[in-house]
């Protein structure tokens, strides 16, 4: 039999306290703080974030720590647990594209606040940093925005940005800008906006056309439920190019039907709408956003109302359609969702950009690991890189540890 690997959360203190440790032994000196950021999985509303869509991501317990001391010669120094090159950029060398590699979710970070009016010593003079993350890489889960937001988080304070919900929005279009500029990935701001502005024990209901978020309640283990992310391994090199691909279909789509983005069209007037856009590819696209939108909506209902065990049709619908109306899942997901699907979860979707990554199934809490041992033997029978599994519990946005 398979061994079902799960990828546990550190408890958050001692390994800050170990990091600043770690910083004393790199750099000489204490750092000036710790601050940590989540990674996040995205419950539902998948593939609507660059078209004005509603998402409901939740922040995962497992987080990205980062150790800073302010320098002032202008340069950022940077080492990451994970990595092992230590990475010194001059401030006035960041842009776009530059530098490459992973440094640029860190250097990007002060960058992209000076460009989004942020102002404050700490944003030019430079810093010295060493990161600890705890998010699997590129597994959907975005450990990219956690490092973003734990640098960015850590300078707002440093430049006595409000750290209300307002300023941590911002802090998140920074960490968006980064990452599609510095770092040259195409993404909307689902990320770095879980990463920021998630609450322990909720999801965010995120309105990516107005920015705006609503505290939605997320209470899994009060309702004997669970949340398993299934991290397939699966890394189908050509996500990228089907990612830019997706998204010129809605711009195009959006175009022909004369609105702004898809979020302007309204469920009860989809039928009207496809009937006016030319080809069976660009209406099952359109389709899927539009019912996305709305299936997000009556999530959020569903949560609000404490009734978190009746929302496994609407992510069994939404896996659906992204699998047959959007083509973003892979061989890897399907998988997933079919196998716990039949071993009881209450629902199961691909969750981030597709074509590998994670999925995530509801479970009852006792059927945790027979579903994830199942999954595990489905992926070892048909010969398939072993999955690994974390358990989500909806916990605290970024902030300062120590
Ligand atoms: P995802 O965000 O889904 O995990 P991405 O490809 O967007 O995948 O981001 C992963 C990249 O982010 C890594 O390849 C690395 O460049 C950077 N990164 C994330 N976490 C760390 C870390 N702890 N240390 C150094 N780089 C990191
Ligand atoms: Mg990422």
Known sequence: T?????????????????????????????????????????????????????????????????????????????????????VAVPLDEVGEGSPEGWAAYVAGVPWALLRKGFEGLALTGGFDALVDGHVPYGSGLSSSAALECAVAVALGELVEAPLDDTGRAGLAGACQLAENVVAGANTGGMDQAASLRCHEGGAILLDTDDDSVAQVPLDLAGAGLALLVVDTRAEHSHAGGEYGARRADVEHAADVLGVPNLRAVPFADLDAALDRLDGDVLRRRVKHAVTEIERVRRTAELLRAGRPAEIGDLLNASHDSLRDDYEVSCRELDLTVDVARAHGALGARMTGGGFGGSAIALVRSQDVAAVADAVAAAFAEQGLTAPRFLSALPSAGADRDL
């Open 2 to 86: 398979p061994t079902t690997e799960f990828f546990d959360s550190p408890d958050r203190t001692a390994t800050a306290q170990a990091l600043a440790e770690a910083f004393r032994a790199a750099y000489g000196t204490d750092p000036e703080g710790v601050w940590s950021a989540p990674g996040r999985v995205n419950l539902i509303g998948e593939h609507v974030d660059y078209t004005g869509g509603l998402c409901l991501p939740l922040a995962l317990p497992h987080r990205t720590f980062v150790a800073l001391r302010p320098r002032t010669d202008g340069v950022v120094r940077v080492r990451s647990v994970q990595e092992p090159d230590e």
